[in-house]
């Protein structure tokens, strides 16, 4: 079955312990991105990378850290998580081709930062 | 720079009502994307509908049906006889050619359907 996995879904955590949310997909996508949600705010980009070893900042980086070390994983990484980067995470990928092709988003990771 | 605006925070209506959501977008390109995503109290995002700036058709899927006008720059969304199952957060969102790593979503609507 062709999808994007995160893990872990839900993960609370305390101030400055760093993590990572896994992010992998089957269906050999080049660009993959990380979004986070937010009330009243939809959601907005963190990072995206268009292939292996090429990543680049969304509108709201500051915090976090990505890498594409391979093409199915796109890790978010936040090395000192604060209380205001408590949010809903969703990784999402789509083919390379143009922005026309709909990205596929995971289930979402429910971050809460004490 | 791409904006989206969904005005209509949250939207309650009666079972077998119709409800439009509304969506405006902002771009300078003319070459651009936009989609509709559904997003059930489960959490996945769903996708909906893409729509190219070259397409003004209207599109109807089901009870599902679309509204592409560029003079007032919208994309509406409009469900007809809503269900209970069509409670959910709806957004949409705006990718433009020139700027492809970029999918710039609305703020969302949050629709419930009353039995």
């Known amino acids: 079955e062709a999808q994007v996995t995160q893990n872990p879904r839900y993960l609370i955590t305390v101030t400055g312990k760093k993590l990572t949310v896994t992010c992998s997909q089957n269906?050999?996508?080049?660009?993959m991105s990380w979004y986070r949600q937010d009330p009243g705010l939809g959601l907005r980009q963190i990072y995206y990378?268009?292939?292996?070893?090429?990543?680049d900042k969304g509108d709201v980086p500051e915090g976090y850290k990505v890498s594409r070390k391979e093409k199915r994983n796109f890790p978010l990484i936040l090395e000192s998580p604060s209380p205001n980067q408590t949010s809903l995470y969703f990784c999402?990928?789509?083919?390379?081709?143009?922005?026309?092709?709909?990205?596929?988003f995971g289930p979402g990771t429910r971050l809460t930062v004490l | 720079a791409q904006k989206v605006t969904q005005a209509q925070t949250e939207i309650s209506v009666v079972e077998k009502e119709d409800v439009t959501l509304d969506c405006v977008y902002e771009?300078?390109?003319?070459?651009?994307?936009l989609f509709w995503y559904k997003q059930p109290p489960s959490g996945e995002l769903v996708f909906l509908i893409r729509?190219?700036?070259?397409?003004?058709q209207n599109e109807i899927s089901g009870r599902y049906s679309w509204n592409f006008q560029k003079s007032t720059s919208s994309f509406n969304f409009t469900i007809t006889a809503s269900q209970v199952v069509d409670s959910a957060v709806y957004f949409c969102?705006?990718?433009?050619?020139?700027?492809?790593?970029?999918?710039?979503f609305g703020e969302g609507t949050q629709l419930t359907v009353n039995p």
């Open positions: 999402a990928s789509r083919l390379f081709g143009g922005p026309y092709n709909e990205q596929f």
């Open positions: 269906m050999n996508h080049e660009y």
């Open positions: 990378s268009m292939n292996v070893e090429v990543t």
């Open positions: 771009t300078r390109d003319t070459t651009y994307y």
């Open positions: 729509r190219n700036s070259f397409d003004e």
């Open positions: 969102a705006l990718s433009e050619e020139t700027s492809g790593s970029r999918l710039t």
